[in-house]
């Protein structure tokens, strides 16, 4: 206590501020739309803190403005911010996986050290891998190994450090690690961008992010593969060894991940249609399907079905040829932005293409007449047979091949009628998808960077597209700069009986072509105008669909579908030409059935038929042919028991009529 001064007169005497450097603010909206007043500069993490510490707990990166961000960004000024987490998002698992890719990648090199080189190790739709050029390939026997330095490395919880570094002292630095690929692919980035590294205690990567804050927020992990990858996908280039694994916050997640992988091999279409004998791949043909009896059954139905939906729907259907020459390709873009996936060859010296799309066959189909305002919208389905060149790495079974027939659309129509017409693909689009119990969801592709036409062009595609959805009330992920180079674009992602998801259908809007292609119709005014044109598929590709169904059903299709419905099953050869007559009966109302009359006992005959997976299984013997009744077997539903042979066919027709599942 000073003494010179009276003890009331300091307490009495008005408080003066602290002097301190006053502290910039900006606002931050957060994804529910509330405002959070926050100093400039603060990293994401700091405020995912402000917001919940819960939150920052389980944070893996971020969006700031549309664009995804590390936790260890600075954010500067007003900006939008959704905070992301492994559970809440697609970007947050890939945050989550790209970090245990680097972990991967330390193990490994702590093992085999300089007898392994870095590539790419990305994150991908179901967890990660990384690209390694190896001395001697690592067998499978060693996962377990590397495995256990994974765990050793998210144990010690190492700092994950972000730092950039000029060009010349980034190659300096990967030459002296004799990371020969980082060299490469540093030297090829464009002059100007930021060469960024992340740094986990001995170990560094080339790389953009964003990553986890540290190698303990990690938790269960597993390597689930190996293959050879060439490098880059150039199979000129050298042969590498590709590792895939998965990782999750929980060990039950992974638990229930690797249950569902043991499902899925269980459901491999490849398999499956060996099986079931539905198609094949000959060597002499890779990535061209042979479609055997059973599988051009199951073809011919859903083509049948598709065929009278679309009927229903007012389309008209039309076949436009394989082969069409080069100028055409010029006109619709192709031959510009896809003539590295498409299949040439010459005719009377003249370059031709075989088609990759079939778009703009039916841009020459409505180019053939004058149309009238009166006679749009058009709505022109084909389903049309494409080749696309797929690298050999890539093919798939029916997934990824090099010829497929696509259930494609063309719909021509009036500027006003463009969102009804939207609406009307969307709610059949949901009509073919609840017949086969499919849940989906809807992703929207906008501007790509290789796109053509003009700003106000995309601009109204876009809202076009955005404003059906918005008002069918039907959320959306916005997937920026994926759309077509023509078009933005709305895809389909269905969900199969593992929860596993496919993009099938799509909606493309499209202001190029008709302007390409000179396309008119002759408006109310008597003058000439220019139509919109939707491009759309609902199944995807016939061969790739059905390599979903085979998957999702596990090969025991509903009986609507099952390439044979009723098997019948005489128990001796004198219940042989009564099992005919059953058979008979059934094919006058259109049931598919086989009678197996081999000289086998009946169990094995049951045993059999259950493995083709047939939807029902008629057992005759002497009280059935007497009684002219059948024993019904179900697939479902085991031994239901006799049944007069009338009663047993309307059960069955109700069955395919009603698309039961």
């Not at 960024?196 to 597993?222: I, N, R, W």
């Amino acid at each position: 206590m000073c003494p010179h001064v009276p003890f009331l007169e300091r307490w009495n005497r008005p408080l003066v501020p602290a002097k301190r450097k006053d502290v910039d603010r900006m606002k931050i909206t957060l994804k529910d739309g509330s405002v959070k007043e926050v100093n400039k500069g603060i990293s994401v993490l700091e405020l995912a803190k402000e917001i919940s510490e819960g939150l920052a707990r389980n944070a893996t990166c971020a969006k700031v403005n549309g664009e995804v961000k590390d936790l260890r960004y600075n954010i500067e000024e007003d900006s939008e911010v959704e905070i992301l987490t492994f559970d809440n998002s697609e970007d947050g698992k890939k945050a989550y996986w790209h970090t245990t890719s680097h972990i991967m990648a330390q193990a490994i090199k702590r093992i085999y050290g300089n007898d392994v080189k870095l590539t790419i190790g990305p994150a991908i739709a179901n967890g990660f891998y990384y690209d390694f050029d190896v001395k001697e390939n690592i067998s499978s026997d060693d996962f377990e190994k590397i495995e256990a330095e994974m765990k050793k490395i998210i144990k010690e919880d190492l700092p994950i450090e972000r730092y950039s570094l000029p060009r010349d002292e980034a190659i300096k630095f990967m030459k002296e690690q004799g990371e020969d690929y980082k060299v490469e692919l540093i030297e090829e980035l464009p002059e100007g961008e930021e060469i960024s590294f992340y740094k986990q205690g001995e170990f560094t990567d080339l790389c953009a992010g964003p990553h986890l804050m540290s190698t303990g927020k990690v938790k269960a992990v597993k390597i689930l593969s190996s293959s050879g990858a060439y490098w880059r996908g150039d199979e000129h280039n050298k042969m590498l060894q590709r590792f895939y694994g998965i990782s999750y916050p929980k060990a039950s997640q992974l638990e229930e991940y690797l249950n569902m992988l043991e499902e899925a091999k269980k459901r491999d279409h490849k398999k499956l249609g060996k099986e079931l004998e539905l198609f094949m791949i000959a060597p002499e043909g890779p990535g061209f399907p042979f479609f055997l009896p059973k599988g051009m059954v199951l073809r011919n139905v859903l083509e049948d079905f598709w065929r009278d939906i679309h009927r229903k729907n007012g389309y008209v259907e039309i076949k436009t040829p394989m082969i069409l020459n080069e100028e055409l390709w010029h006109r619709s873009g192709h031959w510009d932005h896809y003539k590295e996936n498409m299949y040439t060859t010459k005719i009377d010296g003249v370059d031709y293409g075989i088609k990759p799309m079939n778009c703009p066959g039916g841009m020459l189909v409505y180019k053939s007449k004058m149309h009238s305002y009166k006679d749009l919208p058009i709505r022109a389905g084909e389903l049309g047979l494409v080749h696309r060149h797929e690298k050999s790495g890539e093919l798939n079974g029916l997934f990824r091949v090099r010829c497929f027939t696509q259930d494609d659309a063309h719909i021509f129509c009036l500027p006003e009628q463009i969102e009804e017409e939207i609406s009307r693909i969307i709610k059949l689009v949901d009509e073919v998808y609840s017949i086969f119990g499919f849940e989906y969801t809807l992703e929207l592709s906008t501007r790509p960077d290789d796109s053509m036409g003009s700003d106000e062009q995309w601009e109204m595609a876009e809202g076009a597209l955005k404003k059906v959805l918005k008002d069918l009330n039907m959320p959306y992920e916005l997937n920026e700069g994926d759309g077509a180079f023509y078009g933005p674009k709305i895809d389909f992602h269905i969900k199969d009986s593992l929860g596993r998801e496919w993009q099938c259908g799509t909606i493309q809007l499209d202001f190029q072509m008709p302007e390409r292609f000179d396309l008119t119709y002759i408006g109310e005014d008597g003058e000439k105008h220019r139509p919109v044109m939707l491009h759309r598929v609902i199944f995807g590709s016939i061969e790739r669909f059905i390599g979903v169904l085979i998957e999702n059903y596990a090969g025991a299709f509903p009986t609507w579908l099952a390439p044979v419905q009723v098997k019948v099953l005489p128990i001796a050869d004198a219940h042989v030409e009564y099992a005919n007559e059953v058979k008979a009966r059934l094919e006058d109302v259109g049931i598919r059935v086989e009678v197996d009359d081999r000289n086998e006992k009946i169990g094995y005959k049951i045993r059999e038929a259950q493995l083709q997976k047939i939807p029902y299984m008629l057992v005759l013997g002497d009280k059935e042919k007497e009684a002219g009744a059948v024993g019904v077997r179900s697939r479902k539903d085991g031994d239901i028991g006799a049944m007069p042979i009338d009663e047993f066919i309307a059960k069955v027709v109700e069955e395919i009529d009603t698309f039961a599942k």
